[in-house]
Each structure stands twice: as structure tokens, then as C-alpha cells.
């Protein structure tokens, strides 16, 4: 055990048990994951991506690139946690990754030996050759070697929340800066949104043994919070990681609600995604320390110079007996003060700066160089002196203290690049977008008396943008430490295990803009998104072309800021709470009938009904559809778009939108319409009824409901905003029914005995409004089905009471309830085309239906659908196929070819748009589009279809299989 | 994003459809061919300001005309369509 006997913010009144690779550990309340291996001297935590390499924990927080593990087991298995930013509690199981069978004795460590193969670019530049080798051989190889944990594969079985914060200030990191902002805007009035990613507020303070105020740093934060949390306009959020700012001062972020206590939280969320619209954020991301560039720089037992000091004085835990520092700023001095303070045996403070900083009493303060380190875990390093000595010093910690970068990633998710900063040696952040800044070390004031007052500078920059305040400037660092290679590899990015040899190999290979840098040497793509080492390979290609860093610059970050469990973003959207369902006012009448529902949209609508005796699905349906051939049948056709459009100038309007004449439809009537696109192609089709002079209801397809609401719109608000009509979606106001059938007219006679419905009053095509038991009711002698048909229609909710009504009336009638499939099979039969005919490529000629388009008048789509190339009569037209053997079953999708003809792409004269069994031909018919269609009637193809291993010969006949003159639908 | 709309104020812009860059007008329809291919396909796709047709689906049904900076995403200005040229 290496817990220090006192000290720390730990509770050790408050044991707890966790499991690690199997083993049960013990640590106290307030450890994390990170700091109770420390305690259970566990160096060698995982392996490393590529090269396999013992790795152990390099920092304390979300920029751990080592430390990684997995969470849990089974379907809760989560990888790739950072151990130092994992709270412990109660029966935390963690796994080591990446390593088989153990982190101590990891039979892929081989890898190391291979390291001449997996330099950067391996991916482009091995394995290439034989290609069909890559696939079945190389890459799975390679993803098994080199990679990280692994997700279970099961379905996410926690659930997640969704939240909205709208505040004055969001202020990001609750550190010396963060709190003084916040208790500074928040005595000024402000509503303040405080996000802090820890478990408890204070930042760096809880790190460190500074005073503030008089009081020990941790003690000022804790009075500072309990200041904030008395104030009402203050919210806090805790466990909570910032993760994006996006346009027009948006930004995301996840709370940890329940992922820290123990077991699945029973009525809890796992994490909240809280979206936040800040008038002003103020970002005191702090900065995250550098690491050095030498050789064996990622053994176990090298870790950052800030972690250690986490480690000793936050949990009290003591990461080695015997350390050493190597520092290129005097925050490594205060490191190595810390360490004996706390009774860890200090070696040597290694100053890489030519004028080392302090002398110390307890140690000796070095100027020179670590060249190179020992040990499985670090057992030894080696310094070289700059006055010309070599030395071996035996240690088994070694702080790296190479500086600090601001942490500025947010303000690239918005576009803007930080410059280098010459005394800071740095990027900072000079260019921000409205409403966003920079306070703290984030904003280059490293020390924490400036810290303090750059947050208060920023607040009070918030409540008046004139403020007087004198703006903080930066601290002064030491250039990014790179050390010469002897022998040993040096690492920048260690999760991805990239090292200075990559960089130098990419830039004599060409890739020197650091963007290609990062792609071709996966530098900052892993997991960290480089936040430890990202700037330090910069600072290697500088420095090694004999450039300013300036002129190197370096990458932009993208959210998000660490990583997010999608289950977050999708919240409560998941299953059958994705998306919205939209019922049919018949839906239960539907359900209680033996439907089986399909998606249509967002809507279900009945596909077909069950009954006693039907073998299957497509026995139902051409049963379904016999009925309505043979007496009658009933659907729910409440789906259609429906638009009134009311107005002296509505006729005009529906001159416009349409293709054909709507302006001579008489009072009473309704007639067929088409809609095309601007661009000349067909957009949508339907019907028009003029239920009195200035007054319409139009019906659309349910696909194109709401983009014909937003087309008419268009037409009147910005193509044509001074015709005096409106409309109005009046979709989800009416249920609507048809019935369709020779016995339609006797069982709506008995229905409404009032209205004389003789073909003779109201013949084909005639509409009318009136009444229902009472109720507003409107009747159109439509025909989708090519029978004697009807469309109903009355207020959505007596929709239910209509079609129980129908239902019992037409007992007497042989009424039969019909679905989709149905619906198909009538609307083929009759050549009527539908969705999958309707694909936009096609043209009101290519359906036949070139004698539709107006010449008296504009129409939108009129100028485009006159080009040549839309009236070519090559095209491919819609005819109708059925197959030479009536045995035969024909697939939608399948191409034709000519006969003889090889099925190739560049042969395919056309494809199959729609196909059903036609119980009145007994046999699959078919319709499709081909080039020069409607000259081939008669003509014998083949329909292909490769994807299913299908050929089947065709004839290419009249769309229209059934009741070719219309009769029946007149009668 | 976030749109002001004259009708409803500031709102998300998923609460919107977004057609398109709103310059190109709509010609007569015997204006000819290359008028109308303009119209169609033709578009200027500026790095910086551009006028835009906005549609605001889940609310008012306006069309609005906005003048958006595709650099910075920023609105210059929005304002309903309808009223232009009035």
C-alpha cells in the first residue's frame, strides 16, 4: 500500500470495494479508479495501441491517453475509460484492454518487435500488395493486434435524459478562475450556469497546497460553492462535461447523473445531454500540462509532473518511493516540494532550461537532460548532464513537467484558430466568436493569483463590455522540450503510439501542414484527441524543419471535447419512441379487425386484415380486393394530404400549381390534378374538389403531404404573394373513407338516405358537402380502384363511429375491409401509378399523361417540361408487364432488357416500378417504365434481376390490365 | 443555429426547412429555356453573405427571406417573404 497516512480529500471513514482484472481492491470514498490503483502500487495498467507496450497512468484527468479500460461487464460493458477520471464506488469492475492474457504478460507485446511495419502511414504503404489479401487477411490481423476496448454488442439496456438550460453566463470549469467568474456575475445579477466536469468544484485548488485568501485553496472553493448554491440564479452542474460549442452561442454538454453509483440506478437516467443557449460563456478550461519528448518517456512509473501533485495532495496516495523530476518550468520545483513534503524520497529535480530555475534543500536541481529510462516499469533513468556528465539515477516516479497549453479546443468548434503566443510558448486564443472567452490558464494566466483575477475580469467584461479592468496578461514558459533520441523510441502521442521518428519520417515523406501530419501519422486521432502530445509533435516538426511554431500552427479540435455514449444523444429517441407514430382515426376499428399495421411515413396503416381460413398475407389481399371487384369493400384513406385553399384568386392559384386546367372545374366536381417541380418533372398527383366558386379541397399523396403544404406556400408567399387566396393543411381534420365497390352506391344510399346518390345526380367525378347523422360530412364518386367508388369523409373523430357504421350497413353487402396491399393490387390493375412509380426522374409523358399539360396557361414546371430532352420519345414510359409463363412471379426492381440482350447495366432499357398478384387475371402483373414503351406493346423482354438471381421473360402490354374503357367506374 | 422570426421571435433551426439561396427569381414561363434552366440550376454560392428562402415548418408556415453570412453562419437579417417588394 502506498496511501500516504494522511492528508488528502478522501474519505477513509468511507471504504470501498472494487474489482480490478478480478482482483478485489479497496479504496476510500472520493478515490477515483486511477488514484486506488495508485494506492494498490498497480503500475502497469494496460497496453498500448500499437506497439503493445506496458503502459501505466500518465495524468488525472480526461486527457489520460494510457489508463484506459473497460467498465462493467456484459451488455453495460463500456470501453476505454479513463481510469484517472473514473469516480469509484460500491462493485466498480474495471478491466485492463488491449492486452492478452494480462497487462504484466501481454503475448502481442511481439508488435514492439514489428515496429519497423507499423511506422506512420503503415496502413498506405503495407500490405498493399496482393489486394484481395487485405481484406480477408491483413485488416482483421491488424484490427486484433492494434487497437482498444471492445463495446459488448448488445443493446444499451440504460436509459438517458434530455435537458435545456437558457442562462445569462455559462461558465466552463468551476478552477480559481471559474469560481471567481462566477461568484462575480453572480453578485452582479446574472443568471449563472456553473459546468464543472470533476465530482466536486475547485479545479487546480483541490491539486495543490496553495492559499486563498488566507484559507487553503480547497477551503475558498468550498466557501465559494456554498455562496453560489445559496444563490437561486445559480445553477451547478456537477459530472457534467462540456462537449460542443456550436452557432449562435449553443452549446452541449453530458451530465454524469447516476454512472458513479453503485449498480444499475433504479429510476434514474444514466446521463442527461443538456443543450445550453449562453448569452455569454466565459471558458476556465484551464490548461493541461506538456509532456517531455526523451526516450522511454511511456514507461510505467513516468507520468505527468501535475499528476503526481493530484495524486499526493487530492487522494493521498503516493505513485512511487523513490522520484525524480524533469522540468523545463519551475512548476516542477513545487512538484518535487510537494513529494517530500508528503515523505516520498526526491532524487533529482533534471532542469532541461540552460539557467535551471531554484535550488532545492532536499534534492539536487540538475541542468541537463533524461536520455533514456529503465526497467519494465521505470526502474532507473538516465541524465546527461549539459556540463558533460552521464549518470544512471535509480527512481521509480519521474514527473514530467514540460509546461502547460491552454485548454482552447471550444473555440475551433466555432472555426476559430488559436495563434502561438512567443512568450507564453503556446497557443492561445486571440480571435473569438461573439459571447465566448478565455479566463485562467485557459487564457494563459498560469499563476493563481492571475487566474483569480482574469476570471473576475471576464465577468465584469460580461456586465459591461466598457469595463476598465485591465486585461490579464499572459505567464512566461519555456519552448516545448524535445530530447535527441539515443536508442530508445520517444513518444508524443501515446495513445496512438506516435513518435518523434513518425513525425520526422511523415515530413521527409512530404506531409508537413500539421493536418496531414495528424492524418497520415494518426497524431491527436485517438480517443484524447491529443490533448496530452498534439502540440508537443508540433513542436517536433518545427523544430526539426528550424521553423517558428507560428508558422507551423497547429490542428483545429472538433467536438466532441471527449468522447460521448451515442445512447446520450439519442436520450429518450430510441425504439418505438425514435419517432412520432401518426394513428388512423380507424386504427382500433383496423386493430380489432385483424390488421397488420405497416409504416407508411410516420403513419400505420392497415396492410391487410386476417381472417379465418386465409393461407397468408397475399391470400388476404386478394380476397380483399376480389370483394371490392365483386360487391364492396372499405379503407381508411385518411392519410392523404389534404389542403383547402380559400380565396377570389384560389382557381388562379390552382391554375398555377397544377398542370392541368383547375379554373373550369365546375362547382360540385372534382377532377384529376398534377403537380409538377419546377425543374419539369413530375412532383406529386391528386385530386381537386371546388366545393363552392372561390373554395377547394385538394388531396395529395401521404408521402408528399407536407412537402405540397410547403410547395403551395411557396407559391404564395414568394412566387405569387399577391393573389388573394390561403390554405390551409386540413389533413388531421377529416377521416376519410373509401368505398369502393358495384354495391358501394346501395350501402352509402343507406347511410345517407338524403342525398339521392343515382348516377344521374351524382354521376362520376361529383362532390358534394352535407351532413351526417348531424355532423359535417363530404362525399367525392372517386375511383382509385376502377370500380364504382366512393371517398367519405367526416371529422376525425367520428372517423371511428363512420367506419363501425359502414361496417354494420354493409353487412347486407358483402362489405369487406381492405388494406394497402389491396389497395395495390386495384390500383395496378387499373395502371393508376403510386409511390414507387412516382420516383421524381419520371415526366407527365413518361406516364402517359402528356396531354395533361396546359398550353393556355402558366404553371410551374411549364418551361422546364417543354425542354427537349423531357419529350424525347426514347425515354423510358410506363407500360404494363406480365409475364409469358402465368406462373411466374415478377419482383419489383427488376430491369429489361431486350430479349437476347446480356443483363448488364448498359443494356437495361428500363425496371419493374410495381408489381401484384391480380386476383382477376390470376397470375403477377406488373408495371414499369421502358424506353420506347408504349411503341412495344406486344413485344416480348426479359426482366432480370441479378440481386435475386432472376430472369423472366415479359410482355410489355397496356398499363391499364382492367376494364381498359372505364365502364364499371360510371356505372 | 437560431432564426428570428418576425412571427414567433427566436427559434432553433430545426424548427425550420431550408430551400436554398433566394436570389435567382422566378421568370414567366415564356421567358424561355435558359431563363428558366437559371432559375433552376443556377446559383451563385457566395463565401460570404447570401440571401436564402427559410421555411418555418413547425410553427407560423412562413417563408422568410434571410440574409445568412455561410462563413460564420451568422443572420444578417430575416424578414418575410411575402412582404418583399411590397
Known sequence: ?971 | MIISCPHCGPRDSSEFYFRGEATPTRPEYDAGTAAATGYVYGRINPAGPQKEHWYHAAACRSWLLVERDTRTHKFLSVTLASEQGR
Open chain 1, 1 to 971: 500500500m502506498t496511501r500516504l497516512p494522511a492528508g488528502g480529500l478522501i474519505d477513509r471513514g468511507k471504504p470501498i470495494a472494487f474489482r480490478f482484472n478480478g482482483r478485489t481492491l479497496t479504496g476510500f470514498s472520493g478515490d477515483t479508479l486511477a488514484s486506488a490503483l495508485i494506492a494498490h502500487d498497480v503500475k502497469i495498467v494496460g497496453r498500448s495501441f500499437k506497439y503493445h507496450r506496458a503502459r501505466g497512468i500518465l495524468t488525472d484527468g480526461i486527457d489520460e491517453p494510457n489508463a484506459l479500460v473497460t467498465l462493467g461487464s456484459g451488455a453495460r460493458a463500456e470501453p476505454n475509460c479513463r481510469a484517472p477520471s473514473v469516480e469509484l464506488f460500491d462493485g466498480l469492475e474495471a478491466y485492463s484492454q488491449n492486452c492478452w492474457p494480462s497487462p504484466n504478460f501481454d503475448l502481442m507485446a511481439i508488435n514492439g518487435l514489428l515496429s519497423r511495419i507499423f511506422v506512420a502511414g503503415f496502413y498506405y504503404k503495407t500490405f498493399m500488395w496482393p489486394a484481395a489479401l487485405w481484406e480477408k487477411l491483413y485488416e482483421p490481423l491488424i484490427r486484433r493486434a492494434a487497437g482498444l476496448g471492445r463495446l459488448s454488442g448488445d443493446p444499451d439496456p440504460d436509459t438517458y435524459d434530455r435537458s435545456h438550460a437558457f442562462t445569462d453566463l455559462l461558465v466552463v470549469g468551476s478552477g480559481p478562475a471559474g469560481l471567481s467568474a462566477a461568484l462575480c456575475a453572480a453578485r452582479g445579477g446574472l443568471r449563472v450556469l456553473l459546468i464543472e466536469n470533476d465530482s466536486r468544484v475547485g479545479g487546480r485548488l483541490l491539486s495543490q497546497r496553495y492559499k486563498v485568501d488566507g484559507e487553503l485553496g480547497t477551503a475558498w472553493a468550498d466557501a465559494a460553492l456554498k455562496e453560489l448554491v445559496a444563490n437561486e440564479r445559480v445553477t451547478i452542474l456537477t459530472r457534467t462535461s462540456l462537449f460542443g460549442a456550436y452557432d449562435d452561442k449553443s452549446f452541449a454538454a453530458v451530465e454524469r447523473v447516476s454512472d458513479h453509483l453503485p449498480g444499475a440506478a433504479i429510476g434514474r437516467p444514466r446521463q442527461r445531454y443538456w443543450k445550453i443557449v449562453a448569452a455569454q460563456a466565459i471558458f476556465a478550461t484551464g490548461a493541461t500540462e506538456r509532456p517531455i519528448a526523451f526516450g522511454g518517456n511511456d514507461r510505467p512509473g513516468v507520468m505527468m509532473a501535475s499528476a503526481i501533485q493530484t495524486y499526493i495532495n487530492r487522494y493521498a496516495v503516493a505513485p512511487g518511493k523513490r522520484a525524480a523530476i524533469f522540468t523545463v518550468c519551475d512548476t516542477g520545483y513545487e512538484v518535487a516540494a510537494d513529494l517530500a513534503a508528503a515523505g516520498v524520497d526526491v532524487a533529482a529535480v533534471i532542469d532541461a532550461r540552460r539557467q535551471p530555475g531554484r535550488s532545492l534543500a532536499f534534492a539536487p536541481a540538475i541542468s541537463g537532460e533524461i536520455v533514456r529510462t529503465f526497467g519494465k516499469s521505470l526502474t532507473a533513468i538516465e541524465v546527461r548532464r549539459y556540463d558533460g556528465g552521464v549518470e544512471r539515477i535509480a527512481v521509480d516516479l519521474l514527473g514530467m513537467a514540460g509546461g502547460w497549453n491552454p485548454n482552447i479546443g471550444f473555440a475551433s468548434h466555432l472555426g476559430n484558430r488559436p495563434d502561438w503566443n512567443e512568450s507564453l510558448q503556446a497557443f492561445r486564443q486571440e480571435k473569438l466568436s461573439d459571447g465566448m472567452m478565455f479566463a485562467g490558464a485557459a487564457d494563459g494566466a498560469l499563476t493563481l493569483t492571475d487566474a483569480l483575477a482574469s476570471g473576475e475580469a471576464a465577468a465584469a467584461r460580461v456586465m459591461s463590455p466598457a469595463s476598465s479592468m485591465p486585461p490579464i496578461g499572459t505567464s512566461a514558459q519555456a519552448s516545448p522540450h524535445v530530447v535527441r533520441a539515443i536508442g530508445q523510441k520517444v513518444f508524443v502521442d501515446f495513445q496512438h503510439d506516435v513518435t518523434v521518428e513518425d513525425i520526422l519520417l511523415a515530413d521527409r515523406e512530404g506531409y508537413r501542414s500539421v493536418e496531414h501530419l495528424k492524418r497520415y501519422t494518426t497524431l491527436g486521432m485517438a480517443t484524447d484527441q491529443g490533448k496530452a502530445g498534439q502540440v508537443l509533435g508540433h513542436a517536433v516538426l518545427a523544430q526539426h524543419r528550424g521553423v517558428e511554431m507560428a508558422a507551423v500552427g497547429t490542428i483545429a479540435a472538433r467536438p466532441p471535447h471527449t468522447p460521448v455514449a451515442i445512447g446520450a444523444l439519442a436520450g429518450m429517441h430510441r425504439g418505438e419512441h425514435l419517432k412520432p407514430v401518426r394513428l388512423t382515426p380507424t386504427h382500433c376499428w383496423a386493430a380489432e379487425n385483424g390488421a397488420s399495421f405497416v409504416n407508411a411515413g410516420l403513419w400505420k396503416r392497415a396492410q391487410w386484415f386476417t381472417r379465418a381460413g386465409d393461407a397468408d398475407w397475399l391470400a388476404s389481399a386478394v380476397r380483399e380486393a376480389k370483394a371490392v371487384r365483386s360487391a364492396v369493400g372499405i379503407c381508411d384513406v385518411s392519410t392523404l394530404g389534404k389542403i383547402e385553399v380559400e380565396g377570389p384568386d384560389a382557381a388562379l392559384l390552382l391554375d398555377r400549381l397544377y398542370a392541368n386546367m383547375m379554373s373550369t372545374l365546375p362547382v360540385g366536381k372534382c377532377r384529376y390534378g398534377l403537380m409538377l417541380r419546377e425543374d419539369g418533372f413530375v412532383f406529386d398527383d391528386g385530386t381537386v374538389a371546388r366545393l363552392d366558386e372561390s373554395r377547394y379541397v385538394i388531396t395529395t399523396t401521404t408521402v408528399n403531404a407536407v412537402a405540397v403544404m410547403r410547395h403551395v406556400d411557396f407559391a404564395l408567399q414568394v412566387i405569387w404573394p399577391d393573389l388573394r387566396a390561403h390554405a390551409c393543411s386540413v389533413t388531421e381534420s377529416w377521416a376519410q373513407i373509401a368505398v369502393a365497390g358495384p354495391q358501394s352506391r346501395a350501402l352509402l344510399q343507406d347511410l345517407l338516405p338524403d342525398i339521392d346518390l343515382s348516377n344521374e345526380t351524382f354521376p362520376f367525378m361529383g362532390a358534394v358537402a352535407g351532413t351526417w347523422d348531424g355532423i359535417p360530412m363530404r362525399l367525392f364518386r372517386l375511383s382509385f380502384s376502377g370500380e364504382l367508388a366512393y371517398e367519405i369523409a367526416v371529422p376525425t373523430n367520428h372517423g371511428d363511429a363512420l367506419v363501425r357504421t359502414l361496417a354494420r350497413l354493409g353487412q347486407t353487402y358483402g362489405c369487406t375491409p381492405y388494406g394497402l396491399e389491396a389497395l395495390g393490387i386495384l390500383r395496378i390493375e387499373k395502371g393508376h401509378v403510386a409511390g414507387g412509380d412516382l420516383n421524381g426522374q419520371v415526366t407527365a409523358h413518361d406516364l402517359g399523361l402528356g396531354r395533361m399539360l396546359s398550353r393556355k396557361k402558366d404553371f410551374i414546371g411549364r418551361a422546364m417540361a417543354e425542354r427537349p430532352m423531357l419529350v424525347d420519345p426514347g425515354r423510358q414510359a410506363l407500360v404494363g408487364l406480365k409475364p409469358v409463363d402465368p406462373t411466374q412471379r415478377l419482383s419489383a426492381g427488376s430491369h429489361l432488357f431486350r430479349s437476347g440482350a446480356a443483363h448488364v447495366a448498359g443494356e437495361s432499357q428500363g425496371h419493374v416500378t410495381s408489381v401484384a398478384y391480380s386476383g382477376v387475371f390470376d397470375q403477377w402483373i406488373a408495371l414499369g417504365v421502358l424506353a420506347h414503351g408504349p411503341q412495344r406493346i406486344g413485344e416480348v423482354i426479359v426482366a432480370a434481376s441479378p440481386m435475386r438471381g432472376t430472369r423472366i421473360e415479359v410482355e410489355v402490354c397496356n398499363p391499364v390490365f382492367f376494364d381498359a374503357a372505364g365502364e364499371r367506374l360510371r356505372a
